[in-house]
């Protein structure tokens, strides 16, 4: 069983849009507008700054739409006033050309202000986002029970964390605005297009419905690549984090070759998904501007055919043709902006599918606290008494594990359990600290129902050394310290004198203040281990659990780590998990458990008389070869 913090907390309220199944690779978006409305509800929080942003796009956008209209004005007013003048009647009016060109200028001055200030609230906003985001995911993590990470890879979930929030952001620091600036352009474009040539505005719009079509076509049979593009980068990460953490076990059995084509298989589907999503999503913008391009062509011809018969100016015509050309741009954008929607629909639909997950049960509002200062404090006072009552459990509900398992165990006894390797050992422990709920019977500690406890009280009764050892990038102090984070550095160095530590970090560079690399592979797996045990020790648990604790070191550090064992567990209750069963001969109680029952149970004398399951495992471990 592997060390991990374990992680605990009630169910966030609300959810996002209910439960959904998990995507399968090459899968569309299982619910796109769902989706969608997931991300805009959880950014809801952000209304007004949103609507204030809204309101500049607004903005910026009128006043972008008003600069050929008005830039028209000028042209007329130049071309007419070269006519007077080429007529002798007069000539260019200046003074109204001047005002005209400040107008423009001061129009499109304001809108740059506005595009400045709407990009800097949203960037904000887009900020906050991914921030809350990023710790509502960090916090369901510690929410979800152990068993959604049996069947989960870590690279799946740091993907959600990583890519998947990176992609929600972009889209919400870049598409959201663009949405708004390009919808509104194209109405306005549309307006003043009409109030200069309704039958050249009627050309341009047919755009509109082509360019449609065209991107609902392509979205179809993209969508799917960018779901598994997606997924796959999950598994990427996923099979290179484990690697990268396990590369000394890779290489010892010459496992190079065999990870290397795993992960050009998964690479290569990533490769698969990603380059037909680009490829086709890379079709939308050159098909929608030649669809633009070819509607352009018709207004220059039809526009020079109205100008020369006099049905136009030619300030209609410049202005026409630049609201054309701006009337292009925002189609192509929201075109554009389409294709980015799609990942953003695939990232949140991962996203807050994993918000969604079912979490672990919940805590009773009146839920029980852990007296820790003794008979003063409130809480419920432990002095270590453990029953097991009927226990069944399975990690799936139709195989069960243990089958009505039974023990009563006293305070301050030493608890040995033994049996065959898949007999249900270190289930028992998981289901005694609760990281796994039982299918039927009880736990009990002291009297008390362990769901009756807040999970964090519960487990902080327990101290665990477990037989994987697990060091952080820190001091060795600090490594310690994690046992109870507010120790002093005397208290420190007391728990790793009983764990017999203190000897050999005194050896080491820097003793104590010796960092441990993120690998922690310059120190031994001993030393790890004794360290581990130094932990649990200065946690001071009333109940220590040691799982396999001493199956990673050698015989001598065995003796003595046995030894300081059996004087701290004095007056706590201990469970030991052993497979070497010559460090449990001064147990209580051994409990012997064959397929999650309890086939035998007695001391290590009165077992070994019986002449039965635990004789002959002796027997196997200590029998002569002749």
């Known amino acids: 069983m592997s060390e991990s913090k374990v992680k605990q907390s009630s169910q966030r309220p609300g959810g996002f849009g209910g439960r959904r199944r998990m995507m399968r690779p090459g899968e569309k978006a299982k619910d796109f507008k769902g989706a969608m409305k997931d991300l805009a509800r959880y950014i809801g929080v952000y209304k007004w700054p949103i609507f204030a942003v809204w309101i500049m796009a607004l903005a910026s956008t009128v006043f972008v739409i008003a600069g050929p209209k008005i830039l028209g004005n000028a042209t007329d007013e130049i071309f007419s006033g070269m006519m007077r003048k080429l007529s002798g009647t007069g000539g260019i009016n200046f003074d109204k050309l001047l005002t005209t060109l400040l107008w423009v200028a001061g129009l499109y001055g304001a809108s740059s202000l506005f595009s400045y200030l709407q990009g800097l609230i ?22 979800l029970p152990l068993k959604y990470y049996d069947k989960t890879t870590h690279g799946d979930v740091l993907s959600r964390i990583t890519n998947d929030i990176d992609t929600i952001s972009h889209t919400m620091n870049q598409s959201i605005t663009q949405i708004i600036s390009s919808v509104t352009s194209i109405i306005g474009f549309t307006v003043m297009m009409l109030t200069i040539s309704w039958r050249l505005t009627l050309i341009a719009l047919i755009v509109i419905p082509l360019s449609g079509f065209a991107v609902v076509i392509i979205v179809k049979k993209s969508q799917g690549y960018f779901t598994a593009q997606q997924k796959y980068l999950g598994s990427v990460n996923g099979h290179v984090e484990e690697m990268f953490s396990n590369h000394a076990v890779v290489k010892a059995f010459n496992g190079e070759e065999e990870s290397v084509k795993t992960f050009s298989e998964q690479s290569d589907m990533l490769y698969e998904s990603a ?9 939308i913008m050159p098909i929608t501007s030649l669809i633009g391009n070819l509607a352009y062509v018709a207004i220059c011809i039809l526009g020079g055919y109205y100008a020369a018969n006099g049905e136009m100016t030619v300030g209609g015509i410049q202005a026409f043709i630049q609201y054309v050309r701006s009337f292009n741009r925002p189609i192509t954008q ?17 996203v807050f599918e994993f918000l969604n997950e079912t979490e672990e049960v919940k805590e009773p509002p009146n839920a029980l606290t852990v007296n820790k200062n003794g008979s003063d404090g409130e809480g419920v006072k432990i002095e270590g008494h453990v029953t097991f009552k009927n226990v069944s459990f399975g990690y799936d509900e139709d195989k069960i594990i243990i089958k009505n398992f039974n023990a009563s165990i006293k305070p301050g006894q030493k608890i040995a359990i033994v049996g065959p ?11 005694l600290m609760r990281f796994y709920e039982l299918n ?3 736990v009990k500690i002291d009297g008390h129902d362990i769901r009756d406890f807040k999970r964090s009280e519960l487990r902080s009764v327990f101290g665990m050394v477990l037989q994987d050892t697990w060091l952080f990038n820190g001091t060795i102090a600090e490594n310690i310290r994690y046992g109870r984070l507010d120790a002093t550095d005397d208290e420190v160095e007391q728990a790793a004198r009983a764990a017999q530590v203190d000897h050999f970090v005194r050896t080491l560079p820097n003793g104590y203040d010796m960092m441990i690399n993120e690998e922690s592979d310059n120190i031994s797996q001993g030393q790890k281990q004794l360290l581990t045990i130094a932990r649990a020790f200065l946690a001071d648990p ?11 070191v050698d015989t001598r550090t065995e003796v003595l780590i046995q030894k300081a064992m059996d004087n701290l567990m004095r007056g706590r209750t201990g469970f030991v998990i052993a497979h070497r069963l010559s460090t449990i001969k001064n147990a209580d109680l051994i409990l012997v458990i064959d397929d999650g029952d309890i086939v035998e149970q007695g001391t290590h004398s009165e077992l070994l008389a019986k002449g039965g399951f635990y004789y002959d495992m002796y027997s196997s471990q200590f029998k002569t070869v002749g």
């Open 122 to 143: 949203m960037s904000v906003v887009t900020a906050k986002t991914t921030y809350r985001m990023r710790n509502d995911l960090a916090e369901k993590i510690h929410k």
């Open 275 to 283: 380059w037909k999503s680009s490829f086709l999503s890379g079709l």
């Open 334 to 350: 929201i075109v554009s902006i389409s294709n980015v929607l799609q990942q953003t629909a695939a990232a949140a639909e991962r």
């Open 421 to 431: 390797t898949g007999a249900g050992k270190t289930t028992i422990v998981k289901i």
């Open 440 to 442: 039927s019977g009880s």
């Open 542 to 552: 009333k109940i220590l659990i040691l799982d396999e604790a001493t199956s990673s």
